[in-house]
């Protein structure tokens, strides 16, 4: 079975400051995919930047960048200049790369606030 | 906005009524999931489509929940004789192929008195 693991239930953040969000996760399969997406208070999640097991390359999109660490199962988000659109809850979720289902596994979320 | 649109986006109703959801997927993305989120907690995995046919449920989707695709293009989930346990917001995704990435609509947020 599949965990994710998100540590910190809050974090609070200067307005154009960097801010780490933790994810570790947990997982048997060898071949696997990393998520993470933005969920505003509207709702809706936003997709954000993807991390798979075999990528040698943090991934990066934009402000947002990962530091996947493979032997010690974490992920975690980076967010670079941080500003007041980026306060939201943020979930890390993970699937398997197997046929089928390919359902996402979420962890808790962290929200974040970015303070003016 | 991603492309997924779901409908209604806010619905009450009293105990013991049925609810229906319609979600309309990216154009041309061939599988479609259902999640449900309680509040404070992630998303979780309720149903998955491949085209028109439904490949899996969750442990979570009791006999009051039924999904359905019927042309491989909309879908709808219908929740019979509705508790207040089943108050959530009801997440769409859709994906391309096996290996992209779930777009998600905005959700329905269902309260049950």
């Known amino acids: 079975a599949q965990k994710i693991t998100q540590t910190q239930p809050g974090m609070f953040v200067q307005e154009k400051e960097a801010v780490t969000l933790d994810c570790t996760y947990d997982?048997?399969?060898?071949?696997?995919?990393l998520f993470w997406y933005k969920q505003p208070s509207s709702g809706e999640m936003i997709f954000l930047i993807y991390?798979?097991?075999?990528?040698?390359q943090n991934a990066t999109e934009g402000r947002y960048s990962l530091n996947f660490q493979k032997a010690r199962k974490s992920t975690n988000l980076v967010i670079s200049a941080s500003q007041l659109g980026d306060s939201a809850m943020y979930f890390c979720?993970?699937?398997?790369?197997?046929?089928?289902?390919?359902?996402?596994?979420f962890g808790q979320g962290t929200r974040l606030t970015i303070n003016p | 906005d991603t492309g997924v649109s779901q409908d209604p986006r806010h619905k009450i109703t009293k105990r013991g009524q049925n609810v229906t959801f319609r979600c309309d997927p990216i154009?041309?993305?061939?599988?479609l999931y259902w999640y449900r989120q309680t509040l404070g907690q992630g998303p979780e995995f309720l149903t998955y489509?491949?085209?028109?046919?439904?490949?899996?449920k969750s442990r979570l989707l009791s006999d009051r929940f039924s999904a359905e695709r019927p042309k491989g293009s909309f879908s709808t989930l219908e929740i019979q004789r509705t508790e207040q346990g089943d108050s959530a917001m009801y997440l769409c995704?859709?994906?391309?192929?096996?290996?992209?990435?779930?777009?998600f609509g905005p959700g329905t947020r269902l309260t049950v008195l």
């Open positions: 979720a993970m699937r398997g790369i197997i046929q089928g289902a390919q359902k996402l596994v």
């Open positions: 997982t048997s399969d060898q071949s696997y995919g």
């Open positions: 991390q798979g097991s075999y990528d040698e």
């Open positions: 154009s041309e993305h061939n599988r």
């Open positions: 489509f491949q085209n028109e046919a439904q490949l899996e």
């Open positions: 995704a859709t994906q391309a192929g096996a290996l992209d990435t779930q777009y």
